[in-house]
């Protein structure tokens, strides 16, 4: 299972988003309150999933999720923000509801790879799928990266493996 840091600029919000996911059988590893700490504990470990604020006092969750290393992933919550899936980061918009975050937090953890590496010709296959779901849904290309994207997040599925799904279907 991959390591859980808690990155929050006010302790006792850390203190108690630990404690929930404590609660529900997860271990978190670290917890601290800028993305350099993040960062500096990441370079030591093969993979995990980092909770934060969508700003933190030295950085924001997309230039941290930039900088870490891969095998990471970013779930950042979002006083501002609305739900949006993009790279290894996805934010969720406060309120968030409590079993929405906690399945995100456990498909993430429990996964083998961040959901964000790929290997070979995965980046065609991907590509593939997007413009399937374009033409079809006649959406536009980021539009249909983000589809693939939450689809993932909520079938527990690699995002290869869902485009793959689609071309089968597609071509069937």
């Not at 529900?24 to 993040?38: D, I, L, M, P, Q």
């Not at 969750?61 to 950042?76: K, M, N, R, T």
């Amino acid at each position: 299972m991959k390591e859980i840091i808690i990155a929050y600029p006010v302790k006792a919000t850390a203190l108690q988003l630990r404690s929930m996911l404590e609660n529900e059988g997860f271990h978190v590893s670290y917890v601290c309150a800028t993305g350099a700490s993040v960062l500096s504990i990441a370079q030591d470990l093969r993979e995990g999933v980092v909770v934060c604020a969508s700003i933190l006092s030295d950085m924001g969750a997309g230039i941290l999720s930039e900088h870490l290393p891969v095998g990471f992933d970013v779930v950042a919550l979002s006083k501002n923000g609305r739900e949006e899936y993009m790279g290894n980061l996805i934010n969720l918009p406060l309120p968030v509801h409590r079993d929405e975050f906690l399945q995100t937090v456990s498909i993430l953890v429990s996964t083998r790879s961040s959901f964000t590496q790929r290997k070979g010709n995965d980046n065609e296959i991907i590509s593939n799928a997007k413009l399937i779901l374009m033409n079809s849904k006649n959406i536009t290309e980021s539009q249909a990266h983000q589809y693939l994207q939450k689809e993932s997040m909520h079938t527990g599925k690699k995002i290869v493996d869902l485009a793959k799904e689609i071309i089968n279907d597609f071509t069937e």
